[in-house]
């Protein structure tokens, strides 16, 4: 059994900066995708980044944070399983529920939510104007 725990949300003003880090335990080895979603109130989960670690570190965002937002694996310590997802020049709009996800194998859409095989609980975002 895989968990995946979020952490690092919180409250920002427009402009500023959050990370978020997610973690993986269990009985695993490296998982070969990560990625964040996010969903605001009366919308729809979507992709927000994803990456590859195990394929050279690929990575996928969405339009609307590309440029703001970077996902890095963890390097510190040999540590594996573990991302980051740095987001810059936050706006209102990016206020969310972040969850990440983690597949076993490899999805045909990168920022699609269907087949994640791993959730995290999530967590808040709230980036004030």
């Known amino acids: 059994q895989v968990q995946l725990e979020e952490s690092g949300g919180g409250s920002a003003q427009a402009g500023g900066s959050l990370r978020l880090s997610c973690s993986a335990s269990?009985?695993?080895?490296?998982?070969?995708?990560m990625a964040w979603f996010r969903q605001a109130p009366g919308k729809k989960r979507e992709g927000v980044a994803s990456?590859?670690?195990?394929?050279?570190?690929?990575?996928?965002?969405?339009e609307s944070v590309e440029g703001r937002f970077t996902i890095h694996p963890e390097y510190a310590n040999g540590a594996k399983n573990t991302v980051h997802l740095q987001m810059n020049n936050l706006k209102s709009e990016d206020s969310a529920m972040y969850y990440c996800?983690?597949?076993?194998?490899?999805?045909?859409?990168?920022?699609?939510?269907?087949?994640?095989?791993?959730w995290g609980k999530g967590t808040l975002v709230i980036i004030s104007s």
């Open positions: 269990g009985d695993i080895d490296t998982l070969p995708f």
């Open positions: 996800a983690a597949m076993d194998g490899y999805p045909s859409d990168p920022l699609d939510d269907h087949g994640m095989d791993y």
């Open positions: 990456i590859y670690p195990t394929l050279g570190g690929g990575t996928y965002y969405a």
